[in-house]
């Protein structure tokens, strides 16, 4: 029996594979369903961000400095509860400031409604306070001020 790999699979094993020091990299929050983290080079964010479409986290055409630049740390939150997952319909998501708000991205880059996904699966409260970590880490390190959360509606 032969097994064919693509080059996307390899690549997205690879990214999976990096090791990361602890200062390339600031965990937010630490739950039972959760892991959130700050990336603060190229490679925590390939590696935090593997196997997603997130811009930050690619190998090809890569905007992570562009971010960084322009101080909009992105945080990833990896979910560790396969059956969470499963309900949340993503394995990872990820917050980055836009225009005073806060951009949701699922692990397709594509924006999905987390707050219902999240009520139905039963985990609102834990997810809003993984925004208001985030909201207050970028406060007090990245000074900005005024976000809208969209989770305090």
């Known amino acids: 029996m032969k097994i ?7 690549k997205r ?3 999976e594979r990096i090791k990361i020091s602890e200062d390339e990299r600031i965990v937010i929050s630490n739950t039972p369903n959760f892991l959130q983290v700050i990336p603060l080079t190229r490679a925590a964010a390939c590696k935090y961000g593997g196997a997603t479409k997130w811009c930050v986290s690619g190998t090809d055409d890569n905007r992570f ?3 960084q630049n322009k101080g909009r740390d992105v945080s990833m939150i990896m979910i560790k509860n396969p059956e969470l997952q499963e309900k ?3 394995t990872k998501f990820a917050f ?8 949701i991205h699922n692990d397709r880059a594509a924006w999905f409604d987390l707050g219902n996904l999240s009520k139905e699966a039963g985990v609102f409260d834990e997810v809003k306070t993984l925004m208001e970590d985030y909201i207050n880490f970028m406060v007090e390190n990245r000074e900005l001020k005024d ?5 305090s509606k």
């Open 4 to 10: 064919v790999v693509t080059e996307s699979q390899l």
């Open 13 to 15: 094993v690879l990214k």
């Open 65 to 67: 400095e562009e971010y």
């Open 147 to 151: 976000y809208i959360n969209p989770f």
């Open 96 to 103: 980055n400031v836009w225009n005073r708000g806060i951009e």
């Open 88 to 90: 949340l319909k993503t």
